[in-house]
């Protein structure tokens, strides 16, 4: 991997340290040094067995309980154990709390950026935190449901419950994450478009930039485009600045490189 130029982090940092406004979109690049494996890439989990088909709404809608055994073993494939945030976290939440980043706009949907101290975090994708009642709407924390979903498929369906049912309803509940072949959130999809094209610096970090329309944002912003991932991405060529390395390393460099 060619790191990051130590002149290209100069010419960055003093272009965030000049932006009015500017934001981060992060994608699951952001997230692989705290032990959580991306979708794409030669490690992603598209190449370790699990089909992308699987996790489609449509998939949902005639199978639920076949759908939330599948994305019960991809829960435990990608957070093993628990997680915290790394590095990369770290220092864009130092940003935002020193007054130069606005916001975060996250592809992830895993809770780090939060937990890492970011305020204004839009998860595009959704959470994987919550789940949401397809008939009512209402909300409930995704783990004791998960719980249910777990116990079912161990006691071959003597205990638990799969699908699970809301407790307001009887309603199925579903992952509060986008699903492929889902739209995104439609709200929190239009602040993102904003902040993104009101931007003076968008900073776009370990994402491949090739799941839209979330990766479009990237070419919303009316200032530079800087790009921080380990491999080329389809925007690297319209990018102001394309920082080649490990976010883990590169943030945390112009980070301390902007505060110091
Ligand atoms: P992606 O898997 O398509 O791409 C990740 C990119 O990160 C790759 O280009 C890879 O080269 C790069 N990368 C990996 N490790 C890196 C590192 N340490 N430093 C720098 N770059 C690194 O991810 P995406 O663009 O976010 O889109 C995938 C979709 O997957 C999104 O919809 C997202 O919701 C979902 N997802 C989320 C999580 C999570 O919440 N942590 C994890 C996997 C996938």
Redesign the pocket.
């Known amino acids: 991997m060619n790191e990051a130029g130590v002149g290209d982090l100069d010419a960055v940092a003093d272009r965030l340290e000049r932006a009015g406004s500017a934001v981060a979109l992060?994608?699951?690049?952001?997230?692989?040094?705290?032990g959580?494996?991306?979708?794409?890439?030669e490690?992603?989990?598209w190449e370790t067995g699990f089909d992308e088909r699987d996790f489609h709404i449509g998939r949902f809608e005639t199978d639920p309980a076949g759908f939330w055994r599948d994305r019960l073993d991809l829960h435990e494939a990608?957070l093993p154990g628990d997680v915290s945030p790394n590095p990369?976290h770290d220092a864009l939440a130092d940003l935002e709390a020193r007054g130069h980043l606005d916001a975060v706009l996250?592809?992830?949907?895993?809770g780090?950026h939060q937990r890492a101290g970011s305020e204004r975090v839009l998860e595009?994708?959704g959470s994987?935190r919550a789940v949401e009642c397809r008939a009512c709407g209402q909300t409930a924390a995704a783990e004791p449901v998960r719980e249910r979903v777990r116990a079912a498929v161990e006691s071959g369906g003597e205990a638990g419950e799969n699908p699970p049912t809301c407790g307001e309803c009887g309603g199925v509940l579903e992952p509060a994450?986008?699903l492929f072949g889902e739209v995104l959130p439609r709200q929190t999809f239009r602040e993102a478009r904003e902040l993104a094209a009101g931007s003076d610096l968008l900073l776009a970090?370990?994402?491949?930039?090739?799941?839209h329309p979330?990766?479009s944002l990237a070419a919303e912003t009316r200032g530079s485009l800087v790009v921080?991932?380990?491999?080329s991405?389809p925007a690297d060529g319209r990018a102001d600045h394309v920082l080649r390395?490990?976010?883990?390393d590169?943030l945390p460099a112009l980070r301390d490189r902007v505060l110091e």
């Open positions: 992060t994608g699951a690049g952001v997230s692989a040094p705290s959580i494996p991306t979708f794409r890439g490690d992603g989990i990608m990369a996250t592809q992830n949907t895993d780090l595009l994708h994987n994450v986008v970090a370990g994402s491949s930039l090739t799941v979330a990766a921080v991932n380990a491999e991405t390395g490990d976010v883990a590169v």
